[in-house]
């Protein structure tokens, strides 16, 4: 049976706030400019903040995250204050990249896919509304 789904199909997000990582490329460009064109209060999470901004309009918020460095993901937390969440979109990863480690020690492509959204949704947990989805 075919898939029929399409972007018509996201019902309206005004009221809502969604967190989208790897909003600078592929999939995570489209799920933040989709939810933003849906009303959704949108904060693109970058590591890359000034390709962000050439990305987005005005009315999407964009913040410094880097998923590999846990600082950089304590930090985002640290700054969301009291703001209730409603999407947590943990997309931004790395693949096929030289052998490096994180600047806590970890291998990078395992604390940028992983070990770094982990955290943050940990550290989100306590701002997900009722609905919340991660």
């Known amino acids: 049976m075919p898939v029929t789904w ?3 199909d996201i019902p309206d997000q005004t009221g809502r706030t969604a967190v ?3 909003a600078t490329s592929g999939l ?5 400019r989709e ?10 999470a970058a590591r890359n ?6 990305l987005f309009p005005a009315g999407v918020h964009i913040r410094a995250l880097d998923t590999e460095d846990l600082d950089s ?5 640290a700054d969301w204050g009291d703001r209730p969440l409603d999407l947590l979109i943990n997309n931004a990863g790395i693949s096929a990249v ?3 480690l994180s600047p806590q020690g970890v291998e990078s492509q395992f604390a940028t ?3 770094g959204h982990f955290a943050l949704t940990g550290l989100l947990l306590p701002h997900l509304r009722g609905g919340a989805r991660v």
């Open 35 to 44: 939810l933003a064109a849906r009303g959704a209060d949108v904060v693109v």
């Open 6 to 8: 399409t972007f018509d």
């Open 28 to 32: 995570g460009l489209v799920v933040a």
């Open 20 to 22: 989208v990582t790897g």
């Open 113 to 115: 896919n992983f070990l």
């Open 98 to 100: 030289p052998w490096r």
């Open 49 to 54: 903040v000034a390709k962000a901004e050439r």
């Open 73 to 77: 993901v304590r930090a985002f937390a």
